[in-house]
């Protein structure tokens, strides 16, 4: 693990523990003082900062509540688009977080994840994509599965602080694919701040992602619904199935004799296949149900996540 220029500690206990080292007490009030005045300082600096952190993330905030005094262009945008990305490096740089390359991002995207949910990421949508990571660590988690009765210990690289950046594509890109953007307007900037992520699971702090079924659960629901749909075909709908064959083998000339279907022949019929609709609705309301629940897993994994 690297080493890290993140100090673990809060500010008034930095100061504390630096003055615990000094001779006697005047020493102490004047360290103390030094640092109120070093404080002072750089809250004034950065204060400077915050106003044009906002200032840029106005033309193009979705979630303002505010009135603008005449319209901004797009050019304008784009550059108070540029300015805002630049001070927010700035910052987060001065808060000692560090930059999660491409290649971090895509080993994410290959490692087991921690909690039993496939994600995919649609990369194309994003103009600009910039994770940030503070404090890393080595966790190890018991992962249980076939029911509980399989346990295994795995070992994964925690993220303390990852903070998003995300720009997306205008909405040309999103009408020349015909795709309608959900929960994110184009050419829209998000800022994030997460808590506690495990490195395989960084994509699911991404605003696209979507929940995929992995093999293992289509191979559970697929052979679940293939015996099933035997088992129904065999016992409900066997003896209707040999005579419509022997029906349509008459009509198409391989079949000399003629087949007799009786009203009692079309009301089995008509069950049978209520019977097997009922299983194919059965089936994919299961289908459903489980997709419904990965999406819990991840809403809820990421509600305790949210920082800001």
């Keep these: ?86 001070d927010f490096a700035k910052v987060l740089n001065a808060a000692n977080f560090e930059v999660i390359t ?53 070992h994964f690289t925690n993220y303390d602080r990852v903070a998003v950046f995300i720009r997306f594509k205008d909405s040309a890109y999103f009408e020349a694919k015909n795709k309608t953007p959900l929960g994110f307007e184009p050419s829209s900037t998000i800022v994030k701040l997460f808590q506690n992520v495990p490195k395989a699971d960084l994509e699911m702090l991404f605003p696209n992602s979507e929940v995929r079924m992995r093999p293992i659960d289509k191979a559970i629901i697929g052979s679940s619904a293939l015996i099933g749909g035997a088992v129904v075909l065999i016992t409900k709908l066997g003896a209707s199935i040999l005579l419509l064959l022997a029906l349509f083998a008459f009509w198409g000339g391989f079949r000399s004799e003629a087949v007799e279907m009786t009203q009692q022949h ?10 097997f609709g009922s299983f194919i609705f059965k089936e994919w309301s299961k289908f459903k149900n489980r997709k419904i629940k990965f999406m819990k897993a991840l809403s809820d994994n990421l509600y305790f996540k949210n920082l800001d």
């Design 266 to 275: 079309f009301v089995t019929f008509a069950i049978g296949m209520g019977v």
């Design 102 to 154: 491409n290649e971090d991002l895509q080993d994410a995207l290959n490692e087991e994840s921690l909690f039993k949910v496939r994600l995919e990421v649609e990369f194309d949508d994003f103009e600009e994509v910039v994770f940030y990571r503070r404090g890393e660590s080595q966790l190890t988690e018991t992962i249980t599965s076939f029911w509980g009765l399989r346990k295994k210990p795995l």
């Design 1 to 86: 693990m690297q080493s890290a220029r993140f100090i673990p500690f809060r500010k008034q206990d930095i100061v504390d523990m630096c003055s615990q080292e000094l001779n006697n007490n005047t020493q102490q009030t004047s360290f103390k003082q030094f640092c109120d005045l070093l404080a002072s300082l750089i809250h004034y600096d950065y204060h400077s900062t915050l106003e044009s952190l906002k200032n840029n993330y106005a033309p193009f905030d979705p979630n303002s509540d505010t009135r603008s005094l005449a319209p901004v262009s797009e050019d304008q945008k784009a550059q108070c688009q540029r300015d805002f990305a630049k």
